[in-house]
Nanobody, 125 residues
């Protein structure tokens, strides 16, 4: 199975940028559909962006379209989430996840099989 570790979270001012990283071990991410999810206090987890290695498709939640970009570095077996023009509403714990059976990026819901521990993103002035 694959193990995932997130990093890159922190405190940033509105309008600022952060890049989150998700490093995988135990297996190559090329075998999985991968995603970024987030959970604000008192809220459920929601899909932010997902990518399918099966067909190359990408999904973005409407709330982050045009601001966030998901990418992958195969050599480092790492997935990134570049977050620009951050808003206070983006404050949440961000998780990366992987699944070996989901093949469509548009199925970007928190039912993935493997999860990292999360990294805190706080957007505040």
């Amino acid at each position: 199975q694959v193990q995932l570790v997130e990093s890159g979270g922190g405190l940033v001012q509105p309008g600022g940028s952060l890049r989150l990283s998700c490093e995988a071990s135990g297996d190559t991410l090329d075998h999985y559909t991968i995603g970024w999810f987030r959970q604000a206090p008192g809220k459920g987890r929601e899909g932010v962006s997902c990518f399918s290695s099966h067909d190359g498709s990408t999904y973005y939640a409407d709330s982050v379209k045009g601001r966030f970009t998901i990418s992958r570095d195969n050599a480092k077996n790492t997935v990134y989430l570049q977050m620009n023009s951050l808003k206070s509403e983006d404050t949440a714990v961000y998780y990366c996840a992987a699944d070996g059976t989901i093949t469509a990026a548009e199925v970007c819901v928190p039912v993935y099989s493997y999860w990292g521990q999360g990294t805190q993103v706080t957007v505040s002035s």
